[in-house]
């Protein structure tokens, strides 16, 4: 009887021990950008052996679906691919949040092509044929070449949905302030699924995040203005010399404090941003990794 006195007294002191450990852990809610979401994970997964009492979930859908929960109060850190814009700023404060932007990299926005298609470089402008509203390039033959495989040689236009980042950024740097994507586009939920279906489709184009770049697919080089192509890489986002490098952000309510001041403190950090570029993208400054 005594025995099972004491086992009892055993369990019930392990189950109090493990109920105040989770209460000592402080949770970080990280949510937004599906460019950011991979490198995320990672920064969220080593932090585990940095900070072992902070744990940090993180989710994706979208820069809109982490400033939308940045904005209602429901998020501690929003990832975003493009900047908040003023009326989502004024938005957060007139509920009491208040969005401090962080910088915490850079990324190439490369233009993704099927291997086989002999297109090696384009211009903004040819881009913006493609994929404006008022295109007047429908098929390949409308930028002089014609594409093994791609029956009666029609551009299949492949973009993202409305609430990403990436959609909002091409938008603007291709498009124009005031320009408007035709209709027609395979509207893409990721980033990762944009590859996938160039990969398998000879007369697509798109464009996506250079981390997502596979062997599978062809990244053209792009020129702007008259001036010389610029293939993207790490490099050419550091230097802003790829007509489309775009910074990446984090979003916090208010100044960062505690947990979440650490947290970013160490993304910053030569550990943080080794993890960044090792993922494809572009550091925030030059960093040693070894």
């Not at 940090?56 to 929003?78: K, P, Q």
């Not at 980033?191 to 995040?209: H, N, Q, R, W």
Request: proline residues 3%.
């Amino acid at each position: 009887m005594k025995s099972n006195v004491v086992l009892a007294s055993s369990m019930v002191a392990a189950a109090l021990a493990v109920s105040l450990t989770a209460q000592a852990r402080t949770v970080i809610q990280n949510k937004g950008s599906d460019t950011l979401v991979n490198v995320a994970q990672a920064w969220a997964e080593e932090y585990q052996n940095v900070a072992a009492d902070v744990a940090v979930a993180v989710s994706g859908g979208g820069s809109g679906t982490g400033i939308a929960a940045m904005i209602n109060g429901t998020v501690d850190i929003a990832n975003a691919s493009r900047k908040m814009k003023d009326k989502e700023v004024k938005m957060a404060k007139d509920r009491g949040q208040n969005p401090i932007e962080h910088i915490v990299g850079y990324d190439a926005l490369a233009i993704f092509l099927h291997p086989d298609n002999p297109v090696n470089e384009l211009s903004i402008s040819q881009l913006k044929e493609v994929y404006s509203r008022k295109s007047s390039a429908k098929n390949w033959s409308d930028l002089g070449v014609t594409v093994p495989g791609c029956k009666g040689n029609e551009i299949v236009v492949v973009s993202r949905q409305n609430n990403s980042g990436t959609y909002v950024y091409f938008k603007k740097a291709v498009l124009g302030k005031k320009g408007k994507y035709r209709s027609g586009t395979l509207d893409m939920h990721g980033s990762k699924d944009v590859v996938d279906l160039i990969e398998k489709t000879p007369c697509a184009i798109g464009y996506s995040g250079l981390a997502y770049s596979t062997d599978h697919v062809k990244l053209a080089c792009i020129s702007k203005d008259g001036n010389a192509c610029v293939s993207p890489s790490v490099a050419t986002a550091v230097d802003r010399s790829y007509p489309i490098a775009r910074p990446l952000f984090m979003y916090t309510n208010g100044e960062p404090e505690g947990a979440i001041k650490g947290y970013l403190d160490w993304i910053m950090s030569d550990a943080g941003q080794c993890i960044i570029q090792n993922k494809g993208y572009a550091p925030m400054k030059t960093v040693d990794c070894k």
